[in-house]
Structures are given as structure tokens and as C-alpha cells.
């Protein structure tokens, strides 16, 4: 039970990596405000855990939506300890062809939904007065430039944003993390090119898809008190597609 008595806040959890994340936190002991833009599937996705998890809608774009999604881990759980800002988005654009709509949204939901929660997350861990995490997503993409130009530049964003929140927060007993996935077995593949998924799996020398659980077992060992002296780090999960 690596989480007993732990509190955490995880966003875009109704499917894929962020329920995969939620369920490990809760089989370790925690208790989750799971968090995500469509509700009626969320809810159905975290009815299993009973009262261990609070659903809650949050656009993680809007600073307004974040701060009352994480107030609510003190209003039902008394606090809060981890962060994981998991919800991202993106979509198929070439880069000449690239709406602006469609950078806003990559870029708002990725970047700036990441900085709202790691801020909003941080302003209630110090409130409950015990040392912290936060866990930021980002991607194999942030490192190769396989991928659409707004999404590599939303998460390479995310690499960059956790260094620096790391460093402030370090004195305060705040760790900040970053997880780069390489291509996942999760919904937002499934709606790539078959084309496009096999070209992403020649470059990953292990020769498969990550699975979601693989991903929710290292966010778990970085929430945990065994990452206790690793903060402001990149942790790669790729298969060794990329190195760091």
C-alpha cells in the first residue's frame, strides 16, 4: 500500500492512461479525485471504486474549471498530495495547414491545462501542509518531432514547465515529475492510421505498444515515497524509442 492515506488528483481519467493511473493509486491505498471533460463516462468508468474516488468535470483549459475540480479533494478527502495532469489532446494537422483553433486547443488543453493544475495542485498541497508531488504528462514526441507540430510543442512545453515548477517547489517539499510515454495501447492511438501506428512501432526496439498499466506503475512509484529524491526529471517509458 505505497499510497495509504494519500490524496491525489488525476485529469483525463475517464479513459486510457488516466483510469489506468487511477486504478493503481486506489489498488495502493489512495484515495482520487478523478477528473475529465466528459462526465456520464467518467462516471461509469470509476463506479468500481465506490467511495475511494470522486468524479468530477473539469475542462483543464479553464483555470476557473481546475480550481474548483481541485477543491474539491479538500471538501471530500480533507487535502491533497499528487498531481497528475494527464488530459491531453491532439489532432492529424500538417504544419502549413494547421488551423490557429486547432494550435489554441493542443496547446491549451496540454500546456497551459498542465500549468493550471500543477498550480492549482501545488496551492492545495501546501495548504494541507505535507510534502508533495506532481506528476506532468508528456510524450516521446517532445523529443523526436514524431508527430503534429503542436502537439510536439505542447508537450515538449510540458518537459520545460516541470523543470522550472520543480525547482521553486523543491524547498517547499514539492517533487515535480514529467512521464514521456512513447506510443500507448489507449484510445487516442486507436484513432491514428493503421499506416501511421506501424511506422511509430519500427522505432520502438522493444517492438510493441506500451500498455497503460505500464504507465500507471511508474506514476505510482514517483508518487510514492520511493521517488523521494527525484524531482524536476524526465521519465521516459518508450521502449527505448527515445532517450533522455
Not at 150 to 156: F, G, Q, V
Request: aromatic fraction near 4%; glycine fraction near 12%.
Amino acid at each position: 500500500m505505497k499510497l495509504q492515506n494519500k490524496v491525489a488528483f488525476v485529469t483525463g481519467a475517464g479513459q486510457g492512461m488516466g483510469l489506468a493511473i487511477v486504478r493503481s493509486f486506489v489498488a495502493e491505498g489512495a484515495r482520487v479525485v478523478a477528473a475529465d471533460i466528459d462526465l456520464q463516462t467518467l462516471q461509469q468508468a470509476v463506479a468500481e471504486f465506490g467511495d475511494k474516488v470522486l468524479a468530477v468535470a473539469c475542462n483543464v483549459a479553464d483555470s476557473a474549471s481546475v480550481t474548483a475540480a481541485v477543491g474539491e479533494a479538500e471538501r471530500v478527502f480533507g487535502g491533497l498530495h499528487i498531481v497528475v495532469n494527464n488530459a491531453g489532446v491532439g489532432s492529424l494537422d500538417s504544419f502549413l495547414e494547421t488551423p490557429d483553433e486547432s494550435w489554441q486547443r493542443v496547446i491549451g488543453v496540454n500546456l497551459t491545462g498542465t500549468f493550471f493544475g500543477a498550480r492549482e495542485g501545488a496551492r492545495l498541497i501546501l495548504k494541507t501542509g505535507e510534502c508533495g508531488c506532481i506528476i506532468n504528462m508528456s510524450s516521446t514526441s517532445a523529443l523526436n518531432g514524431e508527430g503534429p507540430n503542436h502537439y510536439c510543442a505542447s508537450k515538449a512545453g510540458v518537459m520545460g514547465l516541470t523543470r522550472g515548477i520543480a525547482r521553486e517547489l523543491a524547498a517547499q517539499g514539492i517533487r515535480v515529475n514529467t512521464l514521456v510515454p512513447g506510443p500507448t495501447n489507449t484510445q487516442m492511438l486507436a484513432s491514428i492510421p493503421d499506416e501511421m501506428v506501424a511506422e511509430l512501432l519500427k522505432a520502438v526496439p522493444l517492438g510493441r505498444l506500451c500498455e497503460a498499466d505500464e504507465i500507471a506503475r511508474v506514476a505510482v512509484f514517483l508518487a510514492s515515497d520511493g521517488a523521494s529524491f527525484i524531482t524536476g526529471q524526465n521519465i521516459a517509458v518508450n521502449g527505448g524509442m527515445s532517450f533522455i
